[in-house]
C-alpha cells in the first residue's frame, strides 16, 4: 500500500479518500472481525 496525499486545488480527490475510509469502516471494522477490543489496537 503507497501513502498518498492530494495536491491543493483537487477536493474531489479528498472526498473519494474519505468515502474510502466510511466504507472500510463499516465493512470491516464493524462486522466484528476482532474478539476483544483490546486487539484492534
Known amino acids: ?3 498518498y496525499f492530494s ?5 474531489i480527490v479528498n472526498a473519494i479518500g474519505e468515502s ?3 466504507r472500510l469502516s463499516q465493512k470491516c471494522l ?6 476483544s477490543l483490546t486487539d484492534t489496537e
Not at 30 to 35: H, I, M, S, T
Request: glycine content about 12%; proline content about 18%.
Open 20 to 22: 474510502f475510509n466510511g
Open 1 to 3: 500500500m503507497e501513502i
Open 7 to 11: 495536491r491543493p486545488g483537487q477536493p
Open 30 to 35: 464493524d462486522e466484528n472481525w476482532f474478539p
